[in-house]
């Protein structure tokens, strides 16, 4: 079946714009994260879905960054007034619910370059 | 969630077992290790998990010693598609918990 997918998979934006990047997860997950991947490190945690409630958003690096999952399903990530340090690679992830869910299922991320 | 410490690269010929170790010596009773693994221009993939038994599936190996404190994950034989880097992660148990991501280690497959 259809894994995650992500979109656009490549944005270059010019420092100040506004942003959004998009992630379909796998159909009927309940779990949905965005991770931030600078280069050469590992992802980092973003913020937190649980259908359409953001349950956690501890990992956002400032109140320019916005999350939402309204319907359950396909989530986006909203950056404004885009900065340099924002260029990274964000991932999407999702995950089943219930006792037995313990995988978490990557997009291949967006790879977001301000200049 | 405790820490955990990779090397940062290894090497592996193609064919033999490929032997990634990561400590982990905080871990409290009932967290688990999970391993992803992150090849170029992906998003990282799951392989596998376990808390205190040694764990096999269809990619890899799990040992985990008896103390807990560190681990290791095998590639029985190591391909050239094995080449990526390798998170070993210590997490409480269930998918709706946020993954902490190391540096991991780069594991190179040579031909």
């Known amino acids: 079946g259809a894994g995650v997918s992500q979109s656009p998979r490549y944005k270059v934006a010019k420092r100040g714009q506004d942003v959004a990047l998009r992630c379909d997860p796998i159909?009927?997950?309940?779990?949905l994260f965005w991770y931030q991947q600078a280069l050469g490190q590992g992802p980092e945690f973003l913020t937190y879905?649980?259908?359409?409630?953001?349950?956690?958003k501890s990992g956002l690096p400032s109140d320019r960054f916005f999350a939402e999952r309204p319907e359950g399903s396909v989530s986006t990530l909203k950056i404004q007034r885009t900065q340099q340090e924002d260029s990274a690679v964000y991932l999407c992830?999702?995950?089943?619910?219930?006792?037995?869910?313990?995988?978490?299922?990557f997009g291949p991320g967006t790879r977001l370059t301000v200049t | 969630d405790a820490k955990t410490t990779q090397p940062t690269s290894m090497d592996c010929a193609e064919g033999r077992a490929a032997n990634l170790p990561c400590n982990h010596s905080?871990?409290?009773?009932?967290?688990?290790v999970y391993w992803y693994r992150q090849i170029h221009s992906q998003g990282p993939q799951y392989i596998i998990h376990?808390?205190?038994n040694n764990e096999t599936n269809e990619m890899a190996s799990l040992i985990i010693t008896e103390d807990r404190k560190s681990s290791t994950l095998i590639l029985p034989h190591a391909t050239l598609r094995d080449t990526a880097v390798y998170y070993c992660i210590v997490s409480l148990y269930g998918s709706a918990r946020q993954l902490t991501f190391g540096s991991g280690t780069q594991l190179t497959v040579l031909p």
């Open positions: 159909s009927g997950h309940v779990s």
């Open positions: 376990g808390l205190k």
């Open positions: 879905f649980q259908n359409e409630a953001q349950l956690d």
């Open positions: 992830a999702s995950s089943l619910e219930g006792a037995h869910s313990y995988e978490q299922y």
């Open positions: 905080t871990i409290s009773g009932n967290e688990y």
